[in-house]
């Protein structure tokens, strides 16, 4: 439901993190750090910063520190070394200028690309340090299977080569099993667009009132309800930053019945959890609203119809009490929007099958992973979901050579919430296992 939540912080962590395969015999190219210089100093202190062995206080300035608080940085540190081991050494630096540099730090079990800027005055303590990504060493679907079943709950991915002749599974866990997906039903609003485009009822221009309220990633949620958007944008916001206005306005414009026809088009292999698919704006409403959430448990789907007909102002934005939201997952089984990695995929395939170029141009404006993963690839279209307790990535992707794959994977626990860095490094491994590394 919501969008990935990133670390605000100044040790700015993207979900986005990538971790491919490397081999632990690759050569590495040692450079020679300058003593005398500071910055070479700060470079020099990184590992002991990363292992907690350094007080960041010592390490980054107080404004860093009032944005990304200790505890926060210590939480993601620990994140990377109980994924990769301790940090061992700086491999590698590559000046940008004169207080930036790209470095490649050895881990136990990876090396890690981490940008690292440090102030422009005395004491020159680092202001900025993005990790970029990780290489795992000696990676290997194998390893990669492993990891993703030693999660808590319930997970589970495919991997399928895409063609006109049929559809070949690589590799799978879980693959038929019903996941709570978050945001990525939205690529179901995106496929019914698409389909309405090339039937001629709608053009990608058409001009429409954005007309509903919710909690926005774009920011619309503020917006004047009579705010002109072209489908188009609306689309756009809806896939790339997760935009929940936006998806509503277009569930609005399209119809809700003709959204939920794209299951049965495309295939769903349990539609009665997916359906009736709610809006964004409902599926905030009845989490946050217990009594009323009970009721839409306990009905049938023809009483939830009638339910989401007759409450229309319980279910507004306006009634939505966030004091119930954010603290744990919430009813990730009950109301929520529901699919397998198999029926993920195939919504992929279906995205690309209908040639729809503006569809996936619209998916490829967030790759959902970072950079270098995304340039091993011809093609990289992406959706994602998460809220407590739920994640899932689902890739749509071509090949430098032209091979086309669907990658989906889902990970819940109805109990805590997930670890959405761990997730997204797993999943950014089997894009790069599918790349070549």
Not at 93 to 117: D, F
């Amino acid at each position: 439901m919501h969008k990935f939540r990133n670390f605000a912080l100044l040790f700015a962590v993207p979900l986005a993190t990538m971790a491919t395969a490397v081999s632990a015999k690759e050569p590495k190219i040692v450079v020679e750090l300058a003593p005398a210089s500071t910055f070479d100093m700060r470079v020099e202190q990184l590992v002991s910063v990363l292992n907690g062995q350094i007080a960041y206080e010592a390490f980054f300035p107080p404004s860093c520190l009032a944005a990304g608080p200790p505890a926060q940085i210590k939480a993601i540190s620990d994140s990377f070394t109980q994924q990769y081991g301790k940090a061992l050494s700086v491999q590698s630096v590559q000046r940008s200028g004169p207080n930036n540099a790209t470095l490649e730090v050895e881990y136990e079990k990876a090396v890690a690309t981490i940008e690292i800027t440090t102030e422009a005055s005395p004491p020159f303590k680092v202001a900025g340090l993005l990790a970029k990504g990780f290489a795992v060493k000696g990676d290997s679907i194998d390893k990669i299977k492993t990891d993703f079943g030693a999660l808590s709950g319930t997970s589970g991915f495919v991997v399928q080569k895409l063609s006109d002749d049929g559809v070949a599974t690589l590799h799978a866990l879980n693959a038929d099993k019903q996941f709570a997906t978050g945001s990525t039903f939205k690529l179901y609003v995106l496929a019914e667009l698409a389909s309405q485009v090339a039937g001629g009822q709608r053009r990608w221009s058409d001009v429409v009132p954005l007309g509903v309220r919710n909690h926005s990633s774009a920011g619309t949620q503020n917006w004047p309800l009579d705010t002109p958007v072209t489908l188009q944008t609306l689309a756009t916001w809806m896939i790339s930053v997760s935009d929940n206005a936006s998806t509503d306005a277009l569930m609005r414009e399209l119809g809700r019945d003709a959204v939920e026809g794209k299951l049965a088009t495309i295939g769903h292999s349990a539609p009665d959890k997916a359906l009736p698919m709610l809006t964004t704006v409902e599926a905030f409403a009845l989490k946050s609203n217990p009594t009323l959430r009970q009721r839409f448990e306990k009905a049938s789907e023809a009483e939830q119809r009638d339910l989401l007909a007759s409450e229309r102002a319980a279910l507004s934005y306006g009634a939505i009490n966030m004091s119930q939201l954010g603290s744990g997952p919430v009813a990730i089984d009950s109301v929520e929007w529901s699919a397998s990695p198999q029926d993920t995929a195939l919504l992929l395939n279906s995205l690309r099958r209908t040639n729809s170029q503006t569809a996936r141009d619209i998916m490829a404006v967030n790759s959902g992973v970072g950079p270098t993963a995304a340039s091993k690839w011809r093609y990289l279209g992406y959706k994602g979901g998460s809220e407590p307790g739920v994640i899932s990535m689902s890739f749509l992707t071509q090949s430098k050579a032209g091979d086309w794959y669907a990658i989906s994977g889902s990970w819940n626990n109805p109990a805590k919430e997930v670890d959405n860095g761990v997730f997204v490094s797993l999943m950014t491994r089997q894009l790069g296992s599918l790349a070549g590394g």
